[in-house]
């Protein structure tokens, strides 16, 4: 299960998300991004310290909205201050595209 | 009863015989050709797997290893799973995650503790499956050290010559399959990949004792993987520096 709550609208987002983010749930965020409507966006935050879970899909749905907004001018950027998905995050080496 | 073919031959005056003669020895060397060519490359596989059973394990850690079908059913094929759970679309990811965990909740009183890292890497094996094979299932065991996980897919098999790709840690932009390595890799004790023309096998044993050591290495400040290899390049099985993640 993931919870999206749009805490910010456009164009600073602030998106905090809840429970986990995979091949499964990404669906969910996926619709609340594109009713926000990407164009409109100029930064794009997700709060990741409500999850649970967080996957390589997971990842890879957030660095996909970054590669968007980049071409945009856009930025994403990944707030959390979990240690267990901090540790996925630098698993992986996202910090090193996505920062706080 | 006369051959249809030595009618043609006696109808067109004996010319065709050279021609059948010389197509037939055409076909047989093109068949020969295709065996010798289906036994190289069967050779090459058989070197590959060979190659890749010694190497993996060296370049990981002992962390994966290569087995073929036979060792993994002589393995493993009178063990009785405790849960078997279809796989087969997105939604199984998380239905597979919640089962496990409901499941192991009542068996491990520090479960609260390892269910993160259990769950992330399970769900990593689990997606492959949705992403790229047909279905599978995943089968549960308890061994002493921890929850052994067997995640099983319908598919064809994997590319042998591809199989580096999965060291390569870090996101990559075209495939995530390293990725999901990197975090299985690092949330299992040992991973053993079995593969064939009739799918693949993943098997991931945890260790639920060392999991629960690093996290309080790492609540103290340590690298708890930093010291463990360590520790194995000190006992002499070659690892230490050339670990291939963080």
Redesign the interface.
Known sequence: ?LRVKVIKGVPEVVIALEG?L????GEALQRAVDELNLNRIHSLTFSLSGL??????G??QL?GYHRALSQRNGRVYLENDNA?IEE?L?????REILRS | MTLPGFDLISATGGWAFPIFAVLGCYFCYRLGRRVQKAKTEQAKDQELFAAYQEVIPLVTCGTLRLISPEEYQNAYSKDKPLLVIDIKQKDDVRLVRQTVDQFFSGVFTTWSEVRGGILTALSEAVTNVVKHTPGGRLLVYLDPAGPRFHVEDYGSGMDLAKLPAMFVSGYSEKSTLGAGFTIMMRYVEQIEICTSEAGVSLVLRTNVGQMLSRKRTRREGGDFHALSCRAAAEAGNGCGQNHLWQ
């Not at chain 1, 995979?22 to 749930?25: A, H, K, L, V, W």
């Not at chain 1, 649970?52 to 899909?57: K, N, P, Q, V, Y």
């Open positions: 299960m986990s995979d091949m499964g749930t649970e879970i967080i996957d390589s899909t990842i890879g660095i267990e996925i630098g698993l992986i080496g996202v």
